[in-house]
């Protein structure tokens, strides 16, 4: 990692993400207006699976993101000479689809003489809600509070400044989207299961069936899902309860605790201007409700972005190398994807 004076952009960045199951490439001018975007979920290649397959996802990249990379400049009227920079997702994920994504941006800035950015997901998670332009709110200052409740990840996470972050909590087992996709496996709703329970929890009654709230009152702000996971198919297996109670008393279960651990992971960092949400589970009424109500008693807003911007996509990834760019930090091209890449280990602006 290089740290210069901050470097003027020549020309509008191109973002690719393929660390997961979602292959996405955007386009944002070095002003981070975005100017084209698209995302390829293969959530139909892995449905059957019942979850994402590493092999299957590193294929299914390797097909789409050249074709992609070339649609978002298409609409953008752009061609690769008239880039300024390109950002890849390089960590944390699963590896093939690191390599495919990495490697693909090298190569575009090798062969246009580029800056490359080898950007951090959960980095780039951070840092969404700084686009310009995007939350009515306006963008929040350092520092804030993000709460990242995905599939993969879930953490508390104070966010200080560019590169400076903090994880104040994280799961000891399952990540919160995980859980809500075991539970609803559990309840026979097709994978990935969030949205399916969450529409089944519409109908039930969350007061229905006492589950467990996992560290609920506990000090700092971990997670933990197994427990509740286990209490859910105790609840199911016994047969007298409705599968609605069932799902509407998880989902109030979760919601508890992840606005418990919110409250403490604010107590922990008093100055905290906002809670920002990051995630697929952010799509999720109850979990947003008792989010917004932590931040609320903490006096802070609770700013979430668009959902595609709070699940995986391009746009953030481009914008993290805007930022990174901006800072004058950029990647020699023989870093190395990485599968773990924990936030305290980034590099950050002066
Ligand atoms: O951020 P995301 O799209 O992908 C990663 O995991 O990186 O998050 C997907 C997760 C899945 O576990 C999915 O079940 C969950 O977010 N999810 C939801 C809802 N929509 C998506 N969980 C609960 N309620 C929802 N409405
Ligand atoms: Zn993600």
């Given at each position: 990692m290089n740290a210069d004076d901050g470097m003027t952009l020549r020309g509008p960045v191109l973002g690719l993400e393929s660390s997961c199951d979602e292959t996405a490439a955007a386009v944002l001018a070095p002003?981070?207006?975005?100017l084209a975007e698209a995302v390829l979920s293969q959530e139909q290649e892995h449905a059957v699976y019942g979850g994402v397959v590493p092999e299957i996802a590193a294929r299914a990249h390797l097909a789409a993101l050249p074709g992609l990379a070339e649609t978002v400049l298409h609409r953008a009227g752009?061609?690769?000479?008239?880039?300024?920079a390109v950002a890849a997702t390089?960590?944390?994920?699963?590896i093939g689809g690191l390599i495919v994504g990495a490697s693909f941006g090298k190569g575009v800035a090798i062969a246009q003489g580029l800056p490359f950015v080898a950007v951090n997901h959960l980095e780039a998670h951070a840092l969404?809600?700084?686009?310009?332009?995007?939350l009515p709110e306006g963008a929040p200052a350092f520092p804030y509070l993000l709460l990242l409740v995905s599939g993969g990840h879930c953490q508390c996470v104070a966010?200080?400044?560019?590169?400076r972050y903090r994880r104040l909590g994280t799961t000891l087992d399952d990540a919160v989207g995980e859980a809500f996709d075991k539970a609803a496996k559990l309840m026979g709703?097709?994978?990935?299961?969030g949205p399916h329970l969450e529409r089944l929890a519409a109908t039930g009654?969350?007061?229905?069936v006492p589950l467990p709230r996992p560290l609920?009152?506990?000090?700092?702000?971990d997670f933990s899902f197994s427990g509740l996971k286990t209490a859910v198919a105790r609840a199911l297996a016994?047969?007298?309860?409705r599968r609605e109670d069932v799902a509407a008393s998880f989902q109030a279960s979760v919601a508890a605790v992840l606005a418990d651990r919110a409250r403490h992971a604010l107590g922990m960092m008093p100055v905290a201007t906002a809670v920002v949400v990051a995630g697929g589970?952010?799509?999720n009424g109850a979990v947003r409700t008792a989010l917004a109500g932590a931040a609320m008693a903490a006096g802070v807003p609770m700013l979430a972005p668009p959902l595609r911007l709070c699940t995986d996509n391009a746009v953030m990834v481009a914008w993290a190398g805007i930022e990174r760019l901006r800072a004058g930090l950029i990647d020699p091209m023989d870093h190395n994807p990485r599968p773990r890449w924990p936030l305290a280990e980034l590099a950050g602006a002066a």
């Open positions: 002003d981070g207006i975005i752009l061609g690769y000479a008239d880039l300024g390089s960590g944390p994920g699963l969404t809600a700084r686009l310009p332009g995007l966010v200080e400044g560019l590169g709703l097709p994978w990935p299961g009654n969350a007061r229905a609920l009152g506990r000090a700092g702000c016994q047969g007298t309860a589970v952010a799509a």
